[in-house]
């Protein structure tokens, strides 16, 4: 079983090119930890008008997602991004939930 969980982030004006260069570039071990960590599908949508990304993903019911944070590559990771993007002071993506309001299956 699986949630879906959505949330918007905010590039720098400018970056969407090197975003999406890292992305189709992204480590095989942050794509194994993701996968490890109970995250499936997950897509990321850019709104080149306001630069602003959109992201869905699915989590199983026994995800480890709260404890990404914490692991080293994560942290690399987030480093590696933030001159890109929104960040929190520990480089952790600015990140706004989005409520579901409609779907069809």
Same mark, same amino acid.
């Not at 930890?33 to 709104?47: A, E, K, M, T």
């Given at each position: 079983?699986?949630?879906?969980?959505?949330?918007? $982030?905010?590039?720098? *004006?400018?970056?969407?090119?090197? @975003?999406?260069?890292?992305?189709? /570039?992204?480590? *095989?071990? #942050? /794509?194994?930890?993701?996968?490890?960590?109970?995250?499936?599908? @997950?897509?990321?949508?850019? =709104?080149?008008?306001?630069?602003? #990304?959109?992201?869905?993903?699915?989590?199983?019911? =026994?995800?480890?997602?709260?404890?990404?944070?914490?692991? !080293?590559? $994560?942290?690399?990771?987030?480093?590696? $991004? /933030?001159?890109? $993007?929104?960040?929190? !002071?520990?480089?952790? !993506?600015?990140?706004?939930?989005?409520? *579901?309001?409609?779907?069809?299956?």
């Amino acid at each position: 079983m699986t949630t879906t969980h959505a949330f918007r $982030m905010q590039l720098k *004006p400018g970056t969407a090119d090197a @975003y999406k260069a890292r992305h189709d /570039a992204i480590w *095989p071990e #942050l /794509a194994e930890l993701l996968h490890h960590s109970g995250i499936r599908d @997950y897509s990321i949508f850019l =709104d080149e008008e306001t630069c602003a #990304l959109f992201a869905v993903l699915k989590l199983t019911d =026994d995800n480890a997602r709260d404890a990404l944070p914490e692991h !080293p590559v $994560m942290r690399k990771w987030w480093d590696y $991004m /933030a001159p890109l $993007m929104e960040v929190e !002071p520990d480089n952790k !993506p600015k990140e706004w939930v989005l409520k *579901p309001v409609f779907h069809l299956a």
